[in-house]
């Protein structure tokens, strides 16, 4: 039957992380503590980070382009209705190319910097399991105060950016 103990002998993920003595176990809390805390502001980071635009702002138009009215009306010219437009047969500026490839790289760039804190953070979450599961209620309450603390702290800062 498993249950929490308040021992300062445990084992923590790996057998050189072997802690017998209350100085081990108040650095080993300390240590499960931090790592809570780094979660919980890569949780933060992470949702900053999604909830920016992953597009520019809307690129200016340009004047060939414009939405304005012309400087004569058709109705005065009868040959202009039956022409081609003047701007269909004009070369333009390559600019929609460089327009829609620098949100693309930029949401790529992006999208790859979201997965990597996606998989640093359920990393760093199973590690932190896996010490509450230790069932030492120090190493608990160090994961639950961390959690606290970063939440406390880091919540705000997301506040503060946005």
Do not use: R
């Given at each position: 039957?498993?249950?929490?103990?308040?021992?300062?002998?445990?084992?923590?993920?790996?057998?050189?992380?072997?802690?017998?003595?209350?100085?081990?176990?108040?650095?080993?809390?300390?240590?499960?503590?931090?790592?809570?805390?780094?979660?919980?502001?890569?949780?933060?980071?992470?949702?900053?980070?999604?909830?920016?635009?992953?597009?520019?702002?809307?690129?200016?138009?340009?004047?060939?382009?414009?939405?304005?009215?012309?400087?004569?009306?058709?109705?005065?010219?009868?040959?202009?209705?039956?022409?081609?437009?003047?701007?269909?047969?004009?070369?333009?500026?390559?600019?929609?190319?460089?327009?829609?490839?620098?949100?693309?790289?930029?949401?790529?760039l992006l999208h790859s910097l979201l997965t990597g804190l996606h998989i640093v953070?359920?990393?760093?979450?199973?590690?932190?399991?896996?010490?509450?599961?230790?069932?030492?209620?120090?190493?608990?309450?160090?994961?639950?105060?961390?959690?606290?603390?970063?939440?406390?702290?880091?919540?705000?800062?997301?506040?503060?950016?946005?």
């Amino acid at each position: 039957m498993m249950y929490f103990e308040g021992s300062s002998n445990v084992t923590l993920l790996f057998d050189f992380w072997s802690v017998h003595e209350p100085g081990g176990m108040v650095l080993s809390v300390f240590v499960v503590l931090l790592l809570t805390v780094i979660y919980e502001l890569l949780k933060v980071w992470k949702n900053t980070l999604a909830q920016q635009p992953t597009h520019p702002s809307a690129p200016s138009i340009p004047a060939a382009f414009s939405t304005s009215p012309p400087c004569f009306s058709p109705e005065n010219s009868p040959t202009l209705t039956n022409s081609p437009s003047e701007i269909s047969l004009t070369p333009t500026e390559n600019t929609a190319t460089t327009a829609v490839i620098t949100p693309t790289v930029n949401s790529w760039l992006l999208h790859s910097l979201l997965t990597g804190l996606h998989i640093v953070q359920v990393v760093l979450g199973y590690i932190l399991m896996l010490c509450v599961m230790s069932y030492n209620i120090w190493i608990f309450l160090g994961v639950i105060v961390g959690s606290l603390l970063g939440y406390f702290f880091a919540f705000p800062l997301l506040a503060h950016v946005n």
